[in-house]
Every structure is written in C-alpha cells, then in structure tokens.
C-alpha cells in the first residue's frame, strides 16, 4: 500500500489557513485550547482517477490512487475544515469532484473515504466524500476492528467472524457503530454475506492474523463479483514520558511500564529523553538496575493515567533510608509541550532532599517567577521566557540566600525548559532539560 506524508511545510500552512497566529503573543491561541486532532483519506472510488486532497484550498496530498490510503495528517483541533477531491494535477480552482465540512475536536481521528461512482452507470451511488470517526484509544491487548461496506452496488452486507455474525445488516456507505474488540490470539476467518444469506459469501479472508494492540479499518471496495478487503491499521494514540533519576542514595534503576522493560541503567542525575509509548492508564514501576523483572520493585505506581499526546516528567526522588515525606517515591509532572509558536517554556521541579523551599528568579527581575516550591512539587503553569541568555537563580525561599546559580542558560524560542533540582545531601545542583514543542510529525 503506498502511503503519502504530509509534509511540515503544508501543515505550518493549514495553522495559518485555519486562522492561528502563532507568531503574536497578543493573538496566540494557549495550547490547551488547541490541541491537535487527525485526518486521514482514503480513495475507494472503483472507476476514479488518482485524487488530489485539499484543506481550506490547500493541496496538501498528491496522485492518491484507488485502494490507498494517506497517514493520519495531523492539523490544529477546535476549527472546521473545508475538504475537497480533485483529479490530480486539475487546477486548484477547478470544480471538485466532491467535498465537505468538518469540525475536528482535539484528539479526534477522522477517516474521509472517497465512495461510490465518478461515472454511475446502473443506479449506483455517485461520488461523495464519507466521513467516519474512528476510536485509536488503546485496545488493551485486543485488536480492534471497524467495517466500512464501500461497495456500491452490493447491497447490505453481514460480517462473520470464524462463522458467527459479529455486524448485521450493513449498508452502502454505514460502518459498525460499535467497534469490535476482537483477542489477537490465533489467526481468524472474515466473511462478508449479503445481509441474512450465510451462504452468499461475497468476500472471504481466511487467516486473517491480528496484531495485538492494533486498530484495523477493513472496507469492503470493489463491485459485484470482485469484492476484495482493503485493511488500513493505526496504532493507538501515543503519550510521552522522559524519566529522570534524581535519589541521591538508590542505585541506578531500572523503568518498567505495565512490566516491559522501557529504560535501565540509569544513574544518580542521568535520564532519558522523551518516550513513546500508548496513551491510557499504566503501572510503572522502578527497580534496581539489571534486576529480575520478576522481583519486587523499589517503588511501584500503579494506574498512571497519560492522556493523548500529553508529556510527562517521571522523577525518581526521595530517599530509600527516608520515611518522611522525602522517602524514596516517584514525582510525576506534567509538562505542556503542545505547540505555541512562541518564546521558550520553563517548568521548576524541587527534588533536592533536605533543602528548603526555594523562589526561582530568571535574569535580573527583583521578583521571583516561582515562589515557595517545596520539595516533590513543580510549577504547574510555565514560564513564559524570552530567547537568549538568560541567568537561573533558585534562592532558599523569602530569603536572598541562593542555593543554585545557574548564569548562562541559552533559551531558545518553541521550546520547553525543565530544571530539576537535586542533592546529594551536600549540594545541590540543577539538571537542566530541554525538549522541543510537540511536533506530530516528529515527536
């Protein structure tokens, strides 16, 4: 199957089309009120030409050819789009063959297959855009499985699974409305009937093999007779975590999610950069580097909640001879990388055992941009700062007594700061992380 990418060039041109202007502070939309949402296309018109996608009268995919579909293009949530097919090379201006209106919400997925006849000849449907929400939340384990009967002139079809009806009596143009969450365990048997007629099979695929954790959108394209499945999948959504080892006392650890091995060896101060995994809730847990996987965990959080492409800071603090509130624990912060557009982001995380509460103060302002942060705790609004070279001051809180100096930190525009204080019980130091915003492209 050949797959277009969207380039970064043409979704920086949908953000402006879509009206956001990223690039003044005064007109900048917040994050949290945009968010990102996908749109995919898919060409199953039998007797189209290859289709040219349009965004607001962007092009923004080429020479898409029947049985084929895009990748998931990612464009800002919370606006309406404008879709449209043309012939590929026809004038951006030219009639369009078909097109619609969709409001996309954040974190929405939406599949717009192009169905039916250029040129109808027996009654059939003609060429329309169809627009269908998809679920990419984590199937825990399953596989799940959407239908899309795309044949126009079959009529209503059942779908069986290893001989058993699973959607019943499914239209031109309808999909299921509820999923199917279907175990990946042994290959399974498809079939498509006509609607209530077991023995008019119209479309078989034996030993169809599931991929646990995977969402599969099979579409029934073709006519009459030469019915066949075409299957796009998805992952699910993903999350993003970056662990940082911050106890002084504990030996380098291991990280486990949902007791997978993600992460290990890591050392008093080191840590990762951001990671891919699932969105939803997990276990995490840390344990002693190159230990059992098997054995008990230095610390075990369970039911950690990673929304979609949210990114969080896992923060290995404490003491494993503490049992006050600086005992040895995980620190879980969430840090918006979601794009702005603007000047850098700072966010404060206090894992210095035994120190005081400190006051943070950037360059030379005589107020503290973060005030009284105790341990175990970060600034849950960032701070906005302004490229170039910029000093870093973390002072025992109400106090001029300084604890860090950090003089020379080169702050650069869309892109998200995080300083970590830790000790070793006689010093504090920071650890200074940077990341870029979120690129959905890229992340």
Known sequence: MKIHRLSLVVIIAIVAIAGLNLGNPSTRVKAEEVGIAYLRAVHASADASNLDLYVNDTRVLENLSYGNASNWLPLPAGQTYEVAIRPTNAPADSDPLAEGSYTLTKDASLAVVALGMMNPTNGEPSLALHAYALNRLDPKGNARIDVIHAAPDTAAIDVLINGGAVIRTLSFGRKNIVPLEVPALDPIDIQITLADQSDEVVLDQPDFRLESGTIYTILAVGTAGNLRALVLTSKPYAAFIRLVHAASDAPPLDVYVDGEFIFGSAYYGGYSNYLNITAGTHDIALRAGNASPYSLPLFEAKGVELAVNSSTLM????????????????????????????????????????????????????????????FGRANTVPVPVDAGTSAVTFLAAGTENVLINAPAITFRYNTVYTIVAISNGTRVKPLILSAPEFDPLNP
């Open 315 to 374: 923060v290995a603090q404490g003491l494993l001879a503490a049992q006050d509130d600086q005992a040895f624990g995980l620190g879980i912060y969430n840090i918006n990388r979601e794009p702005t557009g603007g000047p850098a982001r700072l966010y404060v995380v206090h894992a210095a055992t035994g120190a005081p509460n400190v006051d943070v103060v950037i360059g030379g302002s005589s107020s503290p941009a973060v005030r009284n942060l105790r």
